[in-house]
């Protein structure tokens, strides 16, 4: 893909903090009046947090379970506007969303992962959109589609919407993840160079899906110069009505966002933290193909044992070992990789061999 090109406002000239993090938190869902300004209030107390963001409209994976307060909570967060100095911000997935929370004074509007994964949808929020000069964020879709998070930025923008920014949510994981939603950290990089100028706050709260996870995750995203953050606070998470399993309350996100570091955004270092991943990407597939060669290098080993088992020939050939070892460690000297490093490696490989050899000799024959 090549570069875009987008007119983006840079974020110091909306965000009510320029030069800092955009620290956005509150609820994942708005419940009542009391739950909704009680959080706000408590979050206000941090100086840090400039966003208060609840969810009014839910867009719930299955159906049956609670799916928002709908267009009444929409004066609460007016309220919240009032009693506090937060900014408010929520998530629409429909033009009638995006009219009635305009309509209600809501600062800043987000699109929803299961929205950003539809077109449809997408080009019917940038619609209701036309002529309104507010901040949108674009949470990226579900799956891990570069192409369909550009689009979607690209159809908010073609609206006419340049205070636009990214939210990384992390992507469904396919199994056995430590994450609810996989960080695949090279999409947001990506999305990073395709369009440097778009601001990418974070969603740790959605990534982790608990609360220990939102510190390692939120200062990951600040290490790769990230613009901000989204935390899912609620006054009482116990007894919240969605996500109640990650919602941290307005004390623990203080402690938490303590503990994070916020490196200044500066060039060099986001073009180093860029550069860092993206060695430690090839790192990961190398370390990959290390294991697949001894992989199959232990098959020619035990092709070796039952070869030498028919032939009645000893497992150990000193001649070859010391043979083999001299080669290597000519080979690690041309290469300039240490030789102490490469005897202790092929020790273990030859160790590994000879048991396997054992085992292969040793084991009883079948019975034909
Ligand atoms: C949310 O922010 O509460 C939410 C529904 O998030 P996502 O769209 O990332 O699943
Ligand atoms: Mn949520």
């Known amino acids: 893909m090549k570069n875009l090109d987008f007119n983006i406002t840079p974020i110091a000239e909306w965000s009510p903090n320029p030069g800092l993090p955009l620290l956005i938190a509150g609820p994942c869902s708005a419940e009542s009046q009391e739950q909704v300004l009680q959080t706000a209030r408590l979050i206000e107390q941090d100086k840090r947090a400039m966003v208060f963001r609840a969810g009014i409209w839910k867009p719930r994976t299955r159906p049956g379970?609670?799916?928002?307060?709908?267009?009444?909570?929409?004066?609460?967060?007016?309220?919240?506007?009032?009693?506090t100095r937060l900014l408010t911000a929520t998530e629409v997935a429909r033009a009638e969303h995006v009219k009635l929370a305009i309509d209600a004074g809501v600062d800043i509007l987000w699109l929803g992962a299961r929205t950003t994964v539809n077109p449809f949808s997408v080009q019917e929020i940038a619609d209701a959109l036309q002529g309104h000069d507010i901040p949108v964020l674009v949470k990226n879709p579900i799956n891990p589609d570069l192409q369909l998070w550009v689009g979607a930025l690209e159809r908010i923008h073609r609206a006419g919407i340049s205070k636009l920014a990214a939210i990384h949510r992390g992507?469904?994981?396919?199994?056995?993840?430590?994450?609810?939603?996989?960080?695949?950290?090279?999409?947001?990089?990506?999305?990073?160079r395709l369009l440097p100028e778009l601001p990418i706050i974070c969603d740790p709260s959605h990534i982790g899906g608990k609360p220990t996870l939102i510190e390692p995750i939120g200062q990951k995203a600040f290490d790769l110069q990230m613009d901000g953050l989204m935390i899912e606070t609620h006054i009482n998470p116990e007894v919240a009505l969605s996500d109640a399993r990650q919602q941290v309350t307005p004390d623990h996100l203080s402690r938490i966002l303590d503990n994070i570091?916020?490196?200044?955004?500066?060039?060099?270092?986001?073009a180093f933290a860029?550069?860092?991943?993206?060695?430690?990407?090839?790192?990961?597939?190398?370390?990959?193909?290390?294991?697949?060669?001894?992989?199959?290098?232990?098959k020619l080993v035990d092709e070796i044992a039952e070869l030498k088992k028919q032939n009645d020939v000893t497992i150990?050939?000193?001649?070859?070992?010391?043979?083999?070892?001299?080669?290597?460690?000519?080979?690690?000297?041309?290469?300039?990789?240490?030789?102490?490093f490469i005897k202790l490696i092929f020790e273990q490989i030859h160790q590994n061999s000879i048991r396997r050899q054992e085992d292969i000799m040793n084991a009883a024959p079948v019975k034909g």
Do not use: C
């Not at 379970?65 to 009693?83: C, I, P, R, S």
């Not at 860029?274 to 232990?298: N, P």
């Open 316 to 340: 150990l050939q000193v001649s070859r070992y010391q043979e083999m070892l001299e080669n290597r460690l000519s080979q690690a000297r041309s290469r300039q990789v240490s030789e102490a």
């Open 65 to 83: 379970t609670f799916e928002g307060v709908g267009y009444k909570g929409l004066a609460w967060l007016a309220e919240v506007k009032k009693q």
């Open 274 to 298: 860029e550069q860092l991943e993206t060695l430690r990407g090839r790192i990961d597939e190398l370390d990959s193909q290390l294991i697949d060669v001894l992989a199959a290098r232990m």
């Open 261 to 270: 570091v916020w490196r200044k955004p500066q060039a060099q270092n986001r």
């Open 171 to 192: 992507f469904s994981p396919v199994s056995g993840s430590i994450y609810r939603n996989d960080p695949i950290w090279r999409l947001p990089i990506e999305l990073k």
